[in-house]
């Protein structure tokens, strides 16, 4: 079983920085992917970010230029370092892991960007 826990998430100002980060536990399998997704209120979840075992990243449109998703294997941690946040980055951000069929989700940290 493995186990996502999510942190960084906060309030900041339009323009701000914070940076996400996912603690995984359990058994990790590879090949894998393990990705940022967001949801704003009555809106759908939407991918942000995903980083393979590979290394290959994809950014949504809207992102790119803006976020960066890195990992660090040793300590099973993945991250996004958000720069110039925009109001419409607010969202709930939620940490994903797919192996195979299998998939799991953390708990999701709280983003608002607001002056």
């Known amino acids: 079983q493995v186990q996502l826990v999510e942190s960084g998430g906060g309030l900041v100002q339009p323009g701000g920085s914070l940076r996400l980060s996912c603690a995984a536990s359990g058994i990790i399998f590879s090949p894998y992917t393990m990705g940022w997704y967001r949801q704003a209120p009555g809106k759908q979840r939407e991918l942000v970010a995903t980083i393979t075992t590979y290394s290959n990243t994809n950014y949504r449109d809207s992102v790119k230029g803006r976020f960066t998703i890195s990992r660090d294997n040793a300590k099973n941690t993945l991250y996004l370092q958000m720069n110039s946040l925009k109001p419409e980055d607010t969202a709930v951000y939620y940490c994903?892991?797919?192996?195979?069929?299998?998939?799991?989700w953390g708990q999701g940290t709280q983003v608002t960007v607001s002056s």
């Open positions: 994903n892991y797919q192996w195979g069929p299998h998939e799991y």
